[in-house]
């Protein structure tokens, strides 16, 4: 008698929980991933985001496994019943594979009883070994249930049916890498713990003008070939970043309405090689970049966004000329400077000059890009 009421109890609870699979039309996608066959779905690109909407719930958690050996990636999760939407409410790392002691559902959300939006974030670039991470399901004792359209942070409201599609390409900056400096230390460096892409420039504008974005980025990288080894020409066409030259991406499946590209910084390496005709071949490739991104997606009319500095100036000339190629070309192109964001906030008294980690830009450093690149692309965009 006992035991049946407890095998009842069990079942009632059973039944009143909720779980909805990753990759179930309820759960909002962004970014650069893999819906897989058994309902679940892998990435390893940072900024990749999912929504999801509960009602009447006490909790949400999710389970997240990695193919990493050591450890996962951090993920952050942001609570709409704040008041300010996007109010970062929890970080965690995934679990490494393997392991014996740690938990792979991590708890989002709990109250005694809310209906919010939650959105879950990937902040780690996966060149400090986070590994492949999978998303199995989200879990709720509430109902799931549509979260709608994302909505900017700053900004009127996207109209029913619009979109906003946006890409970011980059370096080590893109690539959140170096952005956490622990408040008072004297030097530093990323080993994926100073790493924080929501507090980007690229999460910025993704929050801002509530966009469906996609961010491929790879620290140390180049647009120039004459860097040697693998560069973002190849990053761009793969997956996941550790597909490395395997053209694995399908690019039919979602294309960018706007692509921001902020490179430059490490071709300095291949232009001083080459010397004269140098800075004339960095142009030559970011043009032919951006028109192999126009072919792969199949979408001529692509709006690019080249950007310059704030970690050096010297691409600046190479760069707006490659606003005037691609413009000649009939590509629609239009120049950012970013090359004072790190003065312009003001954050430079650090022995290494911007206010992140190893002289990159920092929190305040990210928010001047931000301030820099959103009228810009708010206005050649319409996404006011
Ligand atoms: C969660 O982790 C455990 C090891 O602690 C493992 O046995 C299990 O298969 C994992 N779950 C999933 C969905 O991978
Ligand atoms: C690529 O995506 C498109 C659109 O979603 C789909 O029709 C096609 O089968 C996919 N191609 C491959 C090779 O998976
Ligand atoms: C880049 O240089 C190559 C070789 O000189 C030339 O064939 C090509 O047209 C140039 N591309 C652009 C986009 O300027
Ligand atoms: C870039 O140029 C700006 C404006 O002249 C200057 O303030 C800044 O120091 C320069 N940055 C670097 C890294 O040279
Ligand atoms: C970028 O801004 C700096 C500082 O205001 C300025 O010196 C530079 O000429 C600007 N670059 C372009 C291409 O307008």
């Not at 996962?72 to 996007?86: C, E, V």
């Amino acid at each position: 008698m006992i035991q049946t009421a407890l095998l009842s109890l069990g079942l009632v609870a059973a039944a009143n929980a909720a779980d909805l699979m990753a990759s179930d039309p309820k759960v909002d996608w962004s970014g650069r991933r893999v819906a897989n066959a058994d309902g679940s779905v892998s990435f390893d690109w940072l900024g990749v985001a999912a929504r999801v909407q509960v009602q009447g719930a006490t909790f949400v958690t999710v389970t997240a496994t990695s193919d990493a050996a050591h450890r996962g990636t951090r993920l952050k999760a942001y609570i709409s019943n704040q008041g300010f939407p996007l109010f970062p409410q929890v970080q965690f790392w995934v679990p490494p594979k393997d392991h014996a002691f740690m938990s792979n559902t991590s708890a989002l959300f709990t109250s005694d009883g809310g209906s919010v939006v939650v959105t879950l974030e990937n902040i780690v670039d996966a060149q400090y070994g986070t590994g492949k991470t999978t998303v199995w399901a989200f879990h709720t004792d509430g109902t799931f249930t549509d979260p709608g359209q994302r909505q900017p942070t700053e900004a009127a409201p996207i109209p029913a049916g619009g979109h906003r599609r946006l890409e970011i390409i980059g370096d080590s900056i893109t690539a959140a890498t170096n952005v956490v400096r622990p408040p008072g230390a004297g030097s530093c460096g990323d080993g994926g713990y100073q790493s924080d892409w929501s507090q980007s420039y690229s999460g910025l504008l993704c929050h801002r003008f509530g966009a469906d974005c996609s961010t491929v980025a790879v620290g140390g990288k180049c647009v120039m070939r004459e860097c040697g080894g693998l560069q973002m020409p190849d990053y761009f066409t793969a997956a996941f970043y550790g597909d490395g030259r395997n053209p694995t991406y399908n690019f039919s499946s979602w294309a960018p309405d706007a692509m921001v590209i902020d490179l430059g910084t490490n071709d300095m390496r291949a232009i001083t090689k080459i010397g004269a005709g140098g800075m004339a071949q960095f142009t030559n490739e970011t043009v032919q970049f951006m028109k192999t991104a126009t072919v792969l997606y199949n979408k001529p009319d692509i709006e690019f966004f080249l950007t310059a500095g704030p970690m050096e100036n010297a691409t600046q000339i190479g760069t707006t000329d490659a606003v005037t190629q691609g413009k000649a070309m009939g590509l629609k192109v239009t120049f950012i400077n970013m090359t004072t964001a790190c003065w312009d906030a003001r954050q430079h008294g650090n022995s290494d000059w911007c206010d992140g980690c190893a002289g990159h830009p920092g929190i305040e450093g990210h928010r001047g890009m931000y301030e820099a690149a959103w009228p810009v692309i708010g206005q050649v965009m319409g996404w006011n």
